[in-house]
C-alpha cells in the first residue's frame, strides 16, 4: 500500500488514513459518480477524501467550520449547502458545480 508525505497509508483513490477508526461504509452520488464515504463524517471531509477539491467554479474549501460560505454544493437537490457542515447520509447525492 503506498505511502503519503507523512507516512500514512492510503489507497489510490481514498486519502484517508487507514489506521483511523470509522463509521459504517456508505455510498454517495457526486456529479453522477459513486463516491465512498463513512458515517460522521461531512460532505467536505469526504469529498476530499475522494480528491474533489474545487466546488461551484473555482472556489474551494477554506475554512473547514462553516464561516467562509466557500464549500457551498447543492445536496439532494437543496442549493448552497455548506459542505464543511453538513454530515454524510447513505445514498445522498451531492453536486459540487451548477455554472
Ligand atoms: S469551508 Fe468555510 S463554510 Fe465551509
Redesign the pocket.
Given at each position: 500500500m503506498p505511502q503519503n508525505s507523512t507516512g500514512s497509508k492510503h489507497t489510490d483513490h481514498d486519502l484517508r488514513i487507514a489506521s483511523i477508526l470509522r463509521g459504517r461504509k456508505i455510498s454517495l452520488k457526486v456529479d453522477g459518480k459513486q463516491v465512498v464515504a463513512y458515517e460522521g463524517e461531512t460532505v467536505?471531509a469526504a469529498l476530499t477524501a475522494a480528491g474533489i477539491r474545487r466546488l461551484k467554479g473555482s472556489r474551494g474549501?477554506?475554512?473547514?467550520?462553516?464561516?467562509?460560505?466557500?464549500?457551498l454544493v447543492t445536496i439532494d437537490h437543496v442549493p448552497d449547502q455548506?459542505?464543511?457542515?453538513t454530515f454524510v447520509e447513505d445514498q445522498m447525492e451531492i453536486i459540487t458545480d451548477e455554472s
Open positions: 467536505h474549501i477554506f475554512c473547514g467550520m462553516g464561516i467562509c460560505y466557500e464549500c455548506r459542505a464543511c457542515m
